[in-house]
């Protein structure tokens, strides 16, 4: 195994994220145990999708891999970097550079356009205005919104509010984008739709984690995990690996 204390290791990471023996317990009589030892490597333009009941731990892994959460035992990796050791304003800094969120309820700003909502997913990067207007301009026209780039969220379809949040995820060029249950709020034929667009930026070269509980999304993604009260149950990446055996 590759140090973490390697400076090559670091300048040139071979995953995207890395989860070293995550375990998280909250307090209580009886303590909860809501990640057990859980180790998982994902690679650059991976596209895994995690699965699991309610209570199963899906949650508490979403807040780890997203640094909102810090676990108390192990280590998170993004990009490379370990992240133990860093203070919550470096951790920000961590998400608003490394990470692209995707909510369930989109968590677009009502009173911005669709342009500047996206926009304001480099606010804190130090990108200049004219920067962040093209970057802009040209993740909505990836996403198919090119028409809709001065309309409000209340304008727009459930469908077309996600496509929205998944410009706002990517348009800072993150090492992965994290989407929690992105199909939660909208029809059968949007997620049909919201996942082909998935797929195609996976295709492109975006690494997609997916949290979600509808096992037709899981089946779409390359990889997939089942998490079971705070546990790896099973993980698609070792039945190839052993079939390639």
């Given at each position: 195994m590759i140090?973490?204390?390697?400076?090559?290791?670091?300048?040139?990471p071979s995953f995207a994220l890395q989860l070293e023996q995550i375990s998280k317990r909250y307090p209580g009589t009886p303590p909860v145990n809501a990640l057990s030892d859980v180790s998982i490597s994902v690679d650059r333009g991976e596209f895994l999708g995690i699965i699991g009941p309610s209570g199963s731990g899906k949650s508490t892994l979403l807040h780890v891999i997203g640094?909102?959460?810090?676990?108390?035992?192990?280590?998170?990796?993004?990009?490379?970097i370990d992240t133990s050791d860093m203070s919550d304003r470096e951790l920000s800094g961590i998400r608003s550079k490394k990470i692209g969120f995707i909510f369930q309820d989109f968590h677009l700003l009502s009173g911005f356009t669709v342009i500047e909502n996206v926009e304001n997913g480099l606010l804190y990067s130090g990108v200049p205005a004219r920067e962040r207007k093209e970057r802009s301009?040209?993740?909505?026209?990836?996403?198919?919104?090119?028409?809709?780039?001065?309309?409000?969220p209340n304008?727009?379809?459930?469908?077309?509010?996600?496509?929205?949040?998944?410009?706002?995820?990517?348009?800072?060029?993150?090492?992965?984008?994290?989407?929690?249950?992105?199909?939660?709020?909208?029809?059968s034929k949007t997620t049909d739709s919201l996942m082909e667009l998935m797929t195609s930026l996976n295709n492109e070269g975006t690494t997609v984690i997916l949290i979600t509980h509808d096992l037709e999304v899981a089946k779409i993604c390359s990889r997939e995990l089942v998490l079971k009260d705070g546990y790896i149950e099973t993980d698609s990446a070792d039945f190839y690996e052993e079939s390639n055996e």
């Open positions: 140090s973490k204390n390697d400076k090559s290791y670091v300048d040139k640094t909102l959460t810090r676990p108390s035992v192990g280590t998170v990796l993004i990009d490379g301009v040209e993740i909505l026209k990836r996403v198919g919104l090119s028409h809709r780039l001065e309309h409000h304008e727009l379809s459930g469908g077309e509010q996600q496509r929205v949040a998944i410009a706002r995820a990517l348009v800072h060029n993150p090492a992965f984008v994290l989407a929690d249950e992105p199909t939660g709020n909208v029809d």
